[in-house]
């Protein structure tokens, strides 16, 4: 993907934009163990709540190219006989109502989350959009090109809210507000397919990752069956020692 596609991509994850139309995932503990799951409906959520999550699944698209964001190519032989790319054909093509294909990736997903570094939620959307070419006047077709469907997943650790104090009007003192969970940024994403050419390329997906150090190939190893290139830290570090 190229950093237009990426942008055009990024202005459809707005609730006045988008087709996601439910969120799924499931709640992962520090031992890989999936406790909870579930599947909210953006129709029947707050507004806010809505705009929340598609906030988190549109972090999975930030940063650049080639450090936070790569591209992993699938080989022809993957795309042909391995049970992972099979897989995310099977959500994308189901839009995730594949209930069998679901539990797999969320099993895939925590065997592939690092152990001991607390409790993580996973979330994963099916959207699609519609590919409308473009006049040299800058208008756009009444009729799209193609459609360009898409799963978009991501991973958020979950963190402790320390107990506060807040001040309440009504009897003029402070009191103690407990605390709760919240979801943090997302640590790792993918796209897939990619968006190449305005439009899918099954032979690749976009991996997002908030560490650069290469953190993340444990996860892209049992979700891909693909090792991660060298981390962009370690070509700048290799490259400062070359210089």
Do not use: W
Not at 60 to 71: D, E, F, H, K, R
Not at 169 to 191: K, Q, R, W, Y
């Amino acid at each position: 993907m190229t950093e237009r596609e990426l942008r055009e991509i990024r202005r459809h994850f707005t609730p006045d934009k988008t087709n996601i139309t439910a969120v799924c995932g499931c709640i992962v503990n520090d031992r890989h163990e999936i406790v909870a799951r579930f599947n909210q409906s953006t129709a029947l959520s707050d507004q806010s709540e809505t705009e929340k999550l598609l906030s988190l699944l549109k972090r999975t698209l930030s940063g650049g190219l080639g450090t936070n964001l790569l591209n992993l190519a699938f080989s022809a032989h993957q795309t042909e006989h391995s049970d992972e790319h099979h897989l995310l054909m099977a959500l994308k093509r189901s839009a995730l109502k594949d209930e069998t294909a679901l539990e797999t990736f969320y099993s895939r997903v925590a065997e592939g989350l690092p152990e001991g570094e607390g409790n993580h939620a996973v979330l994963i959307a099916s959207d699609t959009y519609d590919v409308f070419t473009r006049f040299r006047d800058g208008e756009r077709k009444e009729v799209s090109e193609s459609v360009y469907s898409c799963i978009i997943a991501c991973v958020c650790p979950i963190k402790d809210l320390k107990p506060q104090l807040t001040f309440n009007a009504s009897d003029n003192v402070f009191h103690t507000l407990t605390g709760g969970a919240v979801l943090g940024t997302p640590e790792m994403g993918f796209l897939f397919p990619s968006f190449d050419g305005r439009t899918e390329n099954i032979y690749n997906t976009l991996f997002y990752t908030h560490d650069i150090t290469g953190k993340g190939e444990a996860f892209v190893q049992k979700l891909f069956g693909l090792s991660l290139p060298m981390p962009a830290a370690e070509q700048k570090e290799n490259f400062d020692d070359c210089l």
